[in-house]
């Protein structure tokens, strides 16, 4: 069985991630999205409603599952039993970024990481905009999946 973790703080889920889990599940038996916890970062949304919104995202889609982790991805991978993490790149920078991290997760598992390229319609999309539009008072709709509203 083909098992891989989608790791990140999801702050919030985008369409960009949406569109790399979808692909993913053709890849893969199981995806965990793992929404990481660090206590020294600030959230926009807390970790409840970023669970929420990743299952309400992925109710019809019995692949996938999301759980909450602290620690190091590694380590997740093999408490779960997962041989892959899956990650999505966007541009030379994240590449860079991510190459790096990869390649510390092989040195110190037998993990393999597997990069999907985001889509060219969502590769602009991070969490970070979504937020800054969003404090903005934005239309911030059209960036994430229905799931992620906000109450007015």
């Known amino acids: 069985m083909r098992k891989a973790i989608f790791p990140g703080s999801f702050d919030p889920i985008t369409l960009g991630h949406e569109d790399i889990i979808k692909r993913g599940v053709s890849l893969f038996d199981e995806i965990v999205i793992a929404i990481g916890v660090n ?3 600030k959230y926009m949304f807390s970790l409840e409603e970023r669970k929420r919104f990743i299952e309400e995202t992925f109710k019809n889609e019995p692949k996938v599952t999301v759980i ?6 590694i380590d997740l991978c093999h408490r779960i039993k997962a ?6 790149l966007r541009n030379p920078a994240d590449f860079e970024f991510e190459k790096a991290i990869a390649h ?5 598992s037998k993990i393999e990481t597997v990069f999907l390229l985001t889509a060219a319609r969502t590769s602009y999309i991070s969490s970070s905009i979504v937020r800054d539009v ?8 059209m960036l994430v999946p229905k799931a992620v509203r906000l109450k007015k």
Request: no cysteine; glycine share 14%.
């Open 39 to 41: 206590a020294e970062k």
């Open 68 to 73: 909450t982790y602290e620690g190091l991805t």
């Open 83 to 88: 041989d892959f993490i899956l990650r999505g």
């Open 104 to 108: 510390t997760n092989r040195h110190l």
């Open 134 to 141: 969003i404090r903005n008072g934005g239309e911030y709709q």
